[in-house]
């Protein structure tokens, strides 16, 4: 285990559990966390259990979202590679260890539940192939494929039904209670760059006629309108008429978010054009703007955005592979609800995600009398969503696609060192980020605010989603892993800390071409 | 004898990504010298067999003994200090610096040595290419000279030495890539007087390749090829090979009526793009060329080295070149029973 992720030997009948103690800032401070209550009922219950201990190992996390996907004590399986020589992976590390299990604990909540019955219940049931205290959604898959991002997905198309419902507007989930991308100070100092850059540019007679911004991820439009509002008065001030060129083109899966969107910028509606698309896959609808976007502006996108865990555990390389579920007692309390059995539930679920909660209300009119009903059923099903882990060995990283034109080699610098970790892949930035910069003029920049990781290490010191912000998922983002990326792609990534707000988590990307 | 519209290469071939990490490795001191030096002779000979069996007329190494465009000179020429060489990725560029004028009677660069091994494995006729004096120029921190243009000049007076190295190991066709040129229109002539230089006294046909840039498959500049003139009729070059398959080929009446009547390499295929270009599509690039120049004036090649496209796809682009230009070749004039031919290298 590699520092300073804390690390001790419970020695129990004579073998050892490895115990890795994520985070490690709450061991100090005026409440520290009481490792002791959190782990010792814990390893009692592995104690008693038949299991091999010297196979086990025991994660505690800081699982700040207080709404998430977890328990507060969940077992994971660590599979081996099933004798099959030429799908065994060759481990990364001299030093391997074959364990079988991980047992994880969510120290935040731990104080609050009897730990070591927890446990063995969680051991008892692991014997099965299925959990029967358990409805499960979907069989084991890669994160990136789950049903959660299904209800993703359905939460910023129905994303008004949710508000109703809630009584308070997407932006107010946000911290600090609004985007990053309203900040003025922020917007000017983007727009004074570009003014730089477009003189010069202009003085050797190499300024195009048009000149294009792009904007992935809209929302309501506020972001948009704050940059040209901020615009139109620098470039006043500037003297150049740049606006008169200027195109500004606003990007979303939703057309209900863009029509909003373009209500809200309708002073400047003659310099800006609206695109329904997917952020994965910007060139789709881009793609005649191959090398002319001076500037691509993306907030709190790709956080947004599917995404895989890999993980190194002894040596091993392993996908995390997730199985969405409602406990019993979730969906029979959904189901009373509805009128529905238990069992009943993940079918009308699948026919939420397909539908809509306002179709669904039509269709399945018996469990939905009205569209609130139907508003209620998906905000229930998604507060009692939790995903059951397992590690799957990958027998090369070659063999692992992180998105279609990505392979899992990129993971290699990350990984090579051998130590244990466990990281996000983020697959669906990834494929916006490479689907994205090849549109970017040669002297033009990609700047996104999100929540960006510089450094791996902090993967063995914090836990970094999924969590869930109202009706969405977050995660944050591998850092290295895109600046790996980026730079194999020419490009220079840079990130620092968001600087015109104090406080807040929010880093910001900027992506150029190199030399 | 070469048949009429010979088909060729810019220069650098498919890196495999195998072959990047290895390359990688080796800067960061993981290989040995000798270990990469061996793997890119297997790589030259599979390039060159990968040329030969698309039906390339002018073959080249594939410039896969070098890291980029740039160091591999750089770092061989006396003078030009680099306080750092290992390197996070191979493609990455050093930081180089001149500090004092560079050795005027250094020791060859070892680019003869390349062109004897390559010379060795095919039959075919074999183009050499460098980079030329003023890109290199551009990679170069100058604390030695008052003026660029004197780091230029002397940066063109190792390469003529190089250059008669190469003749003398029996190079015949040499091609000087000036890939940051685009960027500066206002310093073409100062390069093609360094160009001058590097050719001055060397017997071989020259071609000068000019392109928008293609590091990492991006253009680094855009415009139009008229800054070039009328500077360019005063080089000493017997080839002019451009970009025009990404671009288009509007530029090419404007270079005939700016007065280029030597031969003209005409990029058909856009190596920007994993997308294969049909022979249709290269047939009809080249009829529309002609349509401006005569073919024994025109040579068919890629707009720019095949470096960054996957191997299947630069050998799928180069075989569509090939029988695109064969296409075209049968609907020429020649003899009854011949193949229409031209003076190698046109």
């Not at chain 2, 180089?96 to 560079?102: A, F, G, K």
Request: charged share 25%.
């Amino acid at each position: 285990m590699s520092a300073p992720a804390r690390t001790t030997q419970q020695h129990t009948r004579g073998v050892a559990v490895l115990v890795d103690f994520r985070p490690t800032g709450k061991l100090r401070g005026s409440k520290p966390v009481d490792v002791a209550a959190a782990l010792g009922p814990v390893v009692d219950a592995l104690a008693e259990d038949s299991v091999d201990l010297s196979r086990v190992r025991v994660v505690c996390d800081w699982v700040q979202y207080r709404s998430n996907f977890r328990e507060v004590v969940d077992i994971r399986p660590i599979l081996a590679a099933h004798g099959q020589p030429e799908l065994t992976p060759v481990p990364l590390a001299a030093v391997v260890t074959e364990d079988e299990m991980e047992v994880a604990i969510d120290v935040r909540r731990s104080g609050d539940v009897d730990l070591k019955q927890l446990t063995g219940e969680l051991m008892r049931a692991r014997c099965g192939e299925v959990d029967l205290s358990r409805v499960y959604l979907e069989p084991w898959l890669a994160t990136s494929a789950s049903v959660i991002w299904e209800f993703n997905t359905l939460y910023w198309k129905a994303l008004d039904l949710w508000e109703q419902a809630t009584g308070r507007r997407y932006e107010q989930a946000l911290p600090g209670g609004q985007s990053d991308a309203r900040n003025r100070d922020a917007v000017r100092e983007m727009i004074t760059g570009l003014l730089g850059l477009w003189d010069s540019l202009a003085a050797r007679n190499a300024l195009p006629e048009e000149l294009y911004i792009v904007e992935l991820g809209v929302g309501n439009g506020s972001q948009a309108k704050t940059w040209l509002d901020e615009f139109v008065e620098l470039d006043r001030e500037h003297g150049k008429d740049y606006y008169r060129r200027l195109h500004y083109l606003m990007c979303d899966y939703s057309p209900h978010v863009l029509e909003l969107a373009r209500a809200t910028v309708a002073d400047h509606a003659q310099h800006v054009s609206s695109f329904v698309l997917d952020a994965t896959q910007p060139r789709t609808a881009l793609g005649f703007l191959r090398y002319k976007i001076f500037l691509v502006y993306i907030s709190n996108v790709y956080d947004n955005l599917p995404t895989d865990e890999v993980a190194q555990i002894g040596g091993h390389t392993y996908i995390v592979q997730t199985r969405a579920y409602l406990t019993r007692d979730a969906a029979a309390e959904i189901g009373q609800l509805t009128s529905a059995q238990p069992e009943q539930v993940p079918g009308l679920i699948r026919k939420l995600l397909r539908l809509g909660p306002a179709l669904l209300a039509e269709a399945a009119s018996a469990h939905f009398p009205s569209v609130e009903a139907a508003v209620e059923f998906w905000r229930r099903s998604w507060d009692a969503l939790r995903l059951e882990e397992r590690y799957l060995p990958l027998a090369g990283l070659d063999l692992y696609q992180i998105a279609p034109t990505v392979s899992g080699e990129m993971l290699r610098p990350l990984l090579e060192s051998g130590a244990t970790i466990r990281m996000h892949v983020n697959n669906g930035a990834v494929a916006s980020f490479v689907d994205t910069i090849p549109l970017l003029h040669p002297y033009g920049r990609l700047i996104c605010h999100d929540l960006f990781l510089t450094d791996v290490h902090a993967y063995r010191t914090g836990f970094r989603g999924p969590g869930k912000y109202d009706g969405s998922i977050v995660n944050w983002l591998n850092g290295p892993l895109l600046a790996h990326i980026g730079r194999r792609k020419g490009f220079d990534v840079d990130y620092q800390r968001f600087a015109h707000r104090t406080g807040t988590n929010i880093v910001t990307m900027t992506a150029q071409v190199r030399d | 004898m070469l048949p009429l519209l010979p088909t060729t290469v810019v220069g650098s071939y498919s890196v495999p990504e195998w072959l990047e990490r290895l390359k990688t490795d080796y800067y960061r001191n993981r290989i040995s010298r000798s270990h990469l030096r061996e793997i890119h002779d297997m790589a030259i000979k599979a390039a060159l067999k990968d040329q030969e069996a698309a039906g390339i007329d002018i073959v080249s190494d594939g410039e896969l003994r070098r890291d980029n465009d740039i160091d591999y000179f750089l770092a061989r020429i006396p003078g030009v200090q680099i306080s750092v060489t290992v390197k996070s990725f191979y493609y990455d560029y050093y930081d180089t610096v001149v500090v004092d004028p560079l050795p005027a009677d250094a020791a060859p660069l070892g680019l003869a040595e390349d062109y004897r091994f390559t010379r060795q494995y095919t039959d075919r006729p074999v183009k050499f290419s460098f980079t030329g004096p003023f890109s290199l120029s551009h990679r170069i921190r100058n604390k030695a000279y008052a003026k660029s243009a004197d780091l230029i000049r002397a940066l063109a007076q190792v390469l003529n030495a190089e250059a008669r190295a190469l003749a003398q190991a029996g190079a015949t066709l040499l091609q000087i890539d000036e890939p940051f040129l685009a960027g500066y229109p206002e310093d073409v002539a100062l390069a093609v007087e360094a160009i001058n230089i590097v050719t001055k006294g060397v017997d071989v046909r020259w071609g000068l390749h000019v392109c928008y840039g293609n590091r990492y498959a991006r253009p680094s500049w855009e415009g139009h090829y008229d800054f070039l003139f009328p500077a360019v009729l005063d080089a000493n070059v017997d080839q002019l090979i451009l970009e025009f398959g990404r671009k288009g080929y509007e530029d090419l009446h404007m270079i005939q009526r700016l007065g280029w009547d030597r031969a003209l390499g005409l990029g058909v295929v856009d190596v920007k793009t994993e997308q294969i270009e049909s022979a249709e599509v290269i047939t009809q690039r080249i009829r529309k060329a002609l349509e401006t120049f005569p073919a024994d004036k025109l040579i068919i090649n890629p707009d720019c080295g095949l470096r960054h496209l996957p191997a299947d796809v630069a050998r799928a682009k180069l075989t569509a070149m090939v029988e695109g230009t064969i296409a075209v070749r049968r609907t020429l004039p020649a003899a009854p029973g011949q193949e229409p031919t031209v003076e190698q290298g046109a």
